[in-house]
């Protein structure tokens, strides 16, 4: 089924069901209100179910204990090497940035002293030299290395398959794709595409290996883990999050997150860790020692103690947080959708405007220190001045620390710490929030966390400035809380609202900020931020899934999805084979359709379980070999051969299989039996979509065979028909309102009888 | 199928599946090697499926929009009220314990300058006064309220219902009974029985509850996440770590932790922990301010860092950490069965036993520094020598922390910092590790978490003071770890030894140290210590599920589940009933058999739903007034009224339903369709146990209705049945083994095709 049926869908027909019909409660007439949009193309849903077939049985069986043993020994052998490719990556990246940052400075240190507008146009010239070589890569070369990566990179944790996205090419890409992106100066942060070059390599460890032990490890359930390991270790080796990473994996990606996955995840992301703290302590000189360096730092903060009264401080700036988040995300998604209509993903169109976006924002990152301080000799910079001239990661540590002295690999940015207006500030705010807006979704690999975390600083940082006068604080009384801190949580609030990520943010943050003292301020600003930006949007990642009409599977399915069943939702033209088929039929019905499985039924219309396409494939391919082909008259004996599962199953090249066989071949009677999924899951027709939803997600299947009184193979969901006609029927999803959070109301309120 | 029919279970019947014969392969017959052993009476297991009947789903659709979102806010209030309920408990426990044990200081302080024999007089018997009132309470009064309570909760979490767990009795016998346990000066801690005490709070306030806003919270979904919350907070409010508190209820707790389920056991465990720093901050005289204390914190500690060569050596000492911990188990393991056999769980045996122990324990508390010192007056103790005397958590700090004074509520330790003698150290290592095993099983409320710390820290601050020497580390050098962080590495390695816990408790003791530092060095040590004591035995708290045969689900399926059918496991006399039943019947049904559900069957044997007990009384309770009962010759109409879902449905008693109806109404027939849960799952009888064993652990199933071909229903496997019979046919749970760490060649290993 791998073609959707979604739009071709029958309304509900009332067959009755025989001698024990259940008369549904009648369904509110306000379903079907939207339309299905359809997929992009080569979307390929993954399946995790077990195929239980004899076939698989005989071959799961024979396996000696020593074979299992060697096979975790490789799995945790690629575990640790992904945590080391991730770690090289990300220190390749942080590297490159701060070497690219230094050029950049060298070219408008040498500048300076001419006149203000070669100065402008050496600024200006620089930046988009270096945007122009990660613009021409994702318009021309790999589109997919565009933005952050974490919704690719969700969707593909839970189960949709786009076409490259984890592959070698997006990862080349995009890892120094970002590098460029970053170094112009642009609103947008490492860390997302660190990620995301975490999950691509994940999936080239996982799916390219050669040789007997690899090749194992080519299925849907172990490159979703390794993946998954390789995103986590992603986010360690980006902020220096072991913990943080694993908990992103959980709350973002995986929908099957089992504790062995997570103890996979977690080795992972220590090796990964261990590595840039070591390499980065390294380069600096303490060869041995482990730092706490990251790419993504907060430094240490001090470890005063904070007020009760604070609380309802930290909890207010969640709420204005959040709200200013679903502001960003309402712009950004008419942004998006503009650019979808005008410019599209690809082609000249794109690269141009990287040009335009990018000529704006450093025009405005020129003009604006300028402006403040009427001269660009940068010495003289005001601290808002300084951060628009900054790297992200800099400018986010100089509004954190208020004593601290913040150096940098640009020359402008060596000297002590300058004043602070905060008119300016909020000029920064406003402007850098703005730009961050028309940043995110071009046409370059940019991440989200940078941006919103120096916007939110920002504003934070203000927040804190403002307190502090009425209050009669003092920042050198050990006391009171600094308005750094009040930075810190003004950055968590802004991600927390755009990202509506809360628990594993929270640990992210708390883990980049080097004290667990901050942990409890940051839970409460991240809740109350996204309590208040759900009550507008959903988070940015799920909005852009959504523009890109991706199939995800929810955790949990829409309240209403009680009142359809599954008959509403099944593709009901079905191409079934029978136990015995003649191999010029299984021909036929390969060639005929592009299904990922056959449902098996006897003549009697009765389902008896469910054959992949790759096994029909191989069946095919491999019969004559072993003997399986035979006349009609000797068919169905037991005596009959079986071919080895660890056969090829991949080979989808039909012409090469008809090539090998002969006219008198086709004839012949194939005894599929061996090779049927013969446990494989059903439900009835009249079942929920909510149970059969539930059943998709919790059991991670591809395909569900319908069935109706006797046990008649009456129709197939597939995953991502089921997803389509959720979204025909019940609307895309809504955010859940402030007394549900993150959907609370979803799966629970469905299952517990008495709501 | 209440009750098990584990033993009677037939071996697999080979009964042909008729036209489409599959040939199973070959079933090892090294099967059935094990007993099968009763569970404790009176375990229920819990449901957590869609019950999808039509009464049901109108009650569902039916509900406005302004019922659900007040429904969710009173979910919320309960969530925080239960954070707030165990904050309070966690404080009164930690003021009792530091009260009573300054009581018996004074006692002790007392009878200085009198005899030796006087003085151990008076030490020995302040203990056992102190240690018969909870000895008393768990001997007589609540004996689940022995030990730490992690085993029960982790039980109930996974579905197993043991009666009274989490219910006030418990509590108020559980949180009073530690208190006088902990200060009786026994190897135990606080922290197991304040998570036991949180769950039994979420239970409470879940279950107790009044009123029509808090009755729909009282179904085994909803108390469940409560419980979850709880016992999260609960760790929350012990270590004042809300995030390990929620890592720890994913890891050890929840089947089935959705980002929701997530989200509000961190709401819990935010508000618990927010409680305990105001609250402890607060009676210290700093009302206002939130410090960073908790009942158990490790206090402040440098942030040095730590060379590369360091982390080699706390592998080690992890691989040396589980070690320890498998001879801990196993030891224990033994003295656990004797206990079984000797002396049983209640009654005057146990009573006395623990005063017994307590004797042996107190005694070489008593004489030990005496030895030392040659002395009994304090301020001349050794280091070692206040370590038996002091609380445990005093002595885990002095362990902890090189240059900083501790003081403490008892007046022996308020001297500075003693001298630390190598061999002194090692024989409380020695003595103290004995001792908390002798411990652990006892008849009183006692935690492990304590215990295996200060025995861990005792084992690494000796590796801390022997490292030091050869490599030539100062104390004062910057750039070299102090001892303190060896002690805590061996207290990290001896805990995860012991428990087998990983991502949580590493979580747990980083956010109790204060520091993201050190957190690499931690989860390095847990792993190395979990992988090496899985090379002998499985965790402590699992060994105890085990001795006491509840009928856990484990995260994955044996390997060798894949070798075993359902017709294998189900049973076969089912107890059936038709869409159309007589009163007569159903309660004769109801009378005959103690069935937690029945599946419904038509005439021809075909399976149409299941229907729950519950709902087959409210039937016949609720049925007179409804009109529901009616002739023969009316049934079936589909005008007939259907009883609202939300009538009470929890009535047992029959004799009651009995007085209500007069002999005619025997007579009348019920249509049963409206309550069938219609959309039940089913599998086919050839469905091989993995699959059966995921299904129940993904979906939360306690009934599973087997069907052979054309849908005949011809079996059912209940969740006990399942488990018990796994254990008869695949036996015991064994440690996986260094290669899979926590089984990760589990779940996956059957789910990969190339295993």
């Known amino acids: 089924m791998t073609a959707t049926e979604g739009p071709e869908i029958a309304p509900a027909s009332a067959a009755p069901f025989a001698s024990f019909q259940i008369v549904q409660p009648e369904v509110p007439q306000t379903l079907a ?12 849903s993954t399946d995790f179910d077990l195929y239980e077939s004899k076939q698989y049985v005989e071959h799961a069986t024979a396996i000696s204990s020593a074979g299992r043993r060697l096979h975790a020994a490789v799995r945790w052998l690629l575990v640790v090497s992904i945590g080391i ?56 070369v790999e589109p997919l290395a565009a933005g952050s990566g974490i919704p690719e990179v969700k969707c593909f944790l839970n189960g949709v398959h786009l076409p490259r996205v984890v592959d070698l090419k997006t990862l080349l890409v995009k890892a120094p794709g970002v590098l460029f992106s970053v170094a112009a100066g642009m609103p947008c942060g490492k860390e997302g595409p660190m990620i995301h070059s975490g999950a691509c390599i994940g999936g080239v460890i996982g799916r390219k290996g050669a040789g007997p032990l690899m090749r194992s490890f080519r ?11 390789g995103a986590s270790s992603g986010v360690a080796a980006a902020f220096g999050a072991p913990l943080g990473g694993v908990l992103f994996a959980m709350e973002e990606g995986a929908s099957f997150f089992t504790p062995v996955v997570m103890l996979r995840s977690f080795v992972c992301c220590t090796t990964a860790a261990l590595l840039v703290r070591f390499m980065l302590a390294g380069i600096k000189g303490n060869w041995g020692q482990m730092g706490q360096a990251a790419p993504l730092s907060f430094d240490y903060f001090s470890q005063s103690a904070y007020r009760i009264w604070e609380m309802p401080v930290f909890a207010l700036m969640g709420v204005v947080g959040g709200l200013c988040g679903a502001g960003f995300n309402t712009v950004n998604t008419h942004l998006t959708k503009w650019r979808m209509r005008n410019i599209g993903g690809t082609g000249i169109k794109r690269y141009l405007e990287v040009f335009v976006v990018t000529f704006i924002v450093t025009s405005i990152m020129f003009w604006m220190p300028v402006c403040f301080s009427g001269d660009n000799d940068p010495s003289k910079f005001s601290m808002a001045a ?10 986010i540590k100089r509004l954190f620390h208020v004593h601290q002295n913040i150096t940098s690999a640009t020359s402008e940015s060596s000297d002590p710490q300058a004043s602070l207006d905060e008119w300016e500030l909020f000029a920064f705010f406003i402007l850098y929030y703005g730009l961050a807006c028309l940043t995110y979704g071009l046409g370059v690999p940019s991440g989200l966390f940078v941006p919103s975390l120096l916007t939110g600083a920002a504003f934070g940082r203000l927040i804190g400035e403002l307190v502090k006068e009425p209050f009669g604080c003092r920042w050198d009384d050990p006391g009171t809380t600094d308005p750094g801190v009040y930075a810190l949580m003004g950055a968590t609030a802004m991600l927390s609202g755009m990202a509506r990520i809360t628990v594993s943010l929270a640990v992210i943050l708390m883990e980049a900020s080097g004290s667990v003292q901050w942990a409890l301020p940051i839970f409460v600003t991240c809740v109350c931020s996204k309590w208040a930006g759900d009550l507008f949007t959903i988070g940015l990642y799920d909005i852009h899934i959504e523009l890109k009409h991706v199939p995800l599977l929810e955790a949990a399915p829409e309240r209403e999805a009680i009142t359809v069943s599954a008959r509403d939702v099944m593709a009901k033209d079905l191409v079934t084979v029978s136990p015995l088929e003649t191999v010029r039929r299984i021909l036929q019905v390969l060639e005929d359709c592009s299904h990922g499985a056959f449902p098996v039924v006897l003549s009697s219309g009765v389902f008896v379980g469910l054959l992949k396409r790759d096994t029909l494939v191989q069946v095919l391919r491999r019969g004559k070999a072993y003997g399986v ?9 037991s005596s009959a051969q079986t071919i080895p599962f660890k056969e090829e199953r991949t080979i989808w090249n039909l012409e090469a299989i008809k090539a090998a066989l ?12 061996p090779y049927v999924n013969q446990g494989c899951y059903t439900v009835p027709e009249h079942a929920c979509l909510s149970r059969v939803h539930m059943l998709f997600r919790g059991m991670g299947l591809r395909h569900l065979p319908v069935v109706k009184e006797g046990g008649i193979a009456c129709g197939v ?9 959720e979204h025909a029927h019940l609307g895309p999803r809504s ?21």
Do not use: W
């Open 33 to 44: 209100r939207h339309q299905v949009k359809r997929p992009p193309p080569g979307i390929e």
């Open 85 to 140: 490719c991730t770690g090289v990556v990300a220190i390749f990246i942080d590297l490159g940035v701060e070497k690219l940052v230094g050029i950049r400075g060298d070219v408008n240190t040498a500048l300076r002293g001419r006149s203000i507008a070669l100065q402008y146009a050496g600024f200006v010239g620089c930046c988009l030299l270096f945007v122009a070589i990660p613009g021409f890569m994702v318009c021309f």
């Open 219 to 229: 299925t849907d359930i172990e490159t979703r883990d390794l993946v998954a390991a």
């Open 386 to 395: 300084k951060l628009f001239r900054e790297p992200g990661t800099v400018s």
């Open 629 to 637: 082909l035979c006349d009609r008259a000797q068919a169905g004996a």
């Open 662 to 673: 002969v006219e008198e071949d086709y004839a012949k009677v194939v005894d599929l039996r």
């Open 717 to 725: 969901i597939t995953r991502k028909d089921l997803i389509l006609t």
């Open 735 to 755: 955010p859940a309102g402030p007394l549900s959070l993150i959907g609370s109301e979803t799966l629970l309120r469905d299952r517990s009888p008495d709501v």
